[in-house]
């Protein structure tokens, strides 16, 4: 199994800055991507940034040009620099990673149990 801890989530003003970490432990043979999402009470949890292990990254339209998502594959761990935080990033945010445990598995996907951003006007 995999796990995943987060941290660096907590309550900011809008137009500051905020990093989070998730760092990937446990029976870990690769690990394909990592990422963000984040989720509000009463929507679907959307996609804020990914980066694969080769280091190509992906971003919600709403984050691009503010967040940088970077990763340290020798220490799987994935970071997330949030410049320009606005009222509507408030949210949790979860870390994913999609790896596999051996090599005779396919990936899964794995989840940290989430961190809270709360913007304030």
């Known amino acids: 199994q995999v796990q995943l801890v987060e941290s660096g989530g907590g309550l900011v003003q809008a137009g500051g800055s905020l990093r989070l970490s998730c760092a990937a432990s446990?029976?870990?043979?690769?690990?394909?991507?990592m990422g963000w999402y984040r989720q509000t009470p009463g929507k679907q949890r959307e996609l804020v940034a990914s980066?694969?292990?080769?280091?190509?990254?992906n971003y919600a339209d709403s984050v691009k040009g503010r967040f940088t998502i970077s990763r340290d594959n020798a220490a799987n761990t994935v970071y997330l620099q949030m410049n320009s935080l606005k009222p509507e990033d408030t949210a949790s945010y979860y870390c994913?990673?999609?790896?596999?445990?051996?090599?005779?598995?396919?990936?899964?996907?794995?989840w940290g149990q989430g961190t809270q951003v709360t913007v304030s006007s």
């Open positions: 994913n990673a999609v790896a596999k445990v051996a090599p005779i598995y396919g990936n899964a996907n794995y």
């Open positions: 980066i694969a292990s080769g280091g190509t990254t």
């Open positions: 446990g029976r870990i043979f690769s690990i394909a991507m």
